[in-house]
């Protein structure tokens, strides 16, 4: 028999696990990603915000932050999220190009100018 995942049930366990550990960076993530997935754009992007604090170095943390910020349309403050990511090393060019997270960010110019800085010089 299998079990059905519960996102509520979850969501509400690693927010327990949060309160008693307020700078467990792994619980900050998956809860981004949980509030996210589950349409709560909102409280995805204050971990995403409270995650780059934590690990202001973490590119991935600052790519994820991106994401929340065009889901949230903030299109400048997701752009220079993206910059911050890419200058501290992210480069997962194909991935980007098709991250529905960063839909909104396409037809911007400087998404644009990102992905032409990350494309390899031939």
């Not at 809860?31 to 995805?44: N, P, S, V, W």
């Not at 409270?50 to 202001?56: A, I, T």
């Amino acid at each position: 028999m299998t079990k059905t995942q519960d996102p509520e049930f979850e969501m509400r366990f690693f927010e327990s696990v949060l309160k008693r550990d307020p700078a467990y960076t792994e619980v900050v993530e998956i809860l981004g990603g949980l509030y996210t997935k589950h349409g709560r754009i909102a409280d995805g992007l204050r971990m995403d915000r409270k995650l780059v604090k934590l690990l202001p170095e973490n590119a991935t943390a600052h790519y994820n932050l991106a994401c929340s910020l065009a889901l949230s349309k903030r299109k400048t403050d997701a752009i220079r999220s993206l910059h911050q990511a890419i200058q501290l090393g992210y480069a997962d060019l194909d991935w980007m190009q098709q991250d529905p997270d960063l839909d909104g960010l396409k037809q911007h110019p400087g998404f644009n100018a990102l992905l032409t800085q990350l494309k390899p010089q031939s």
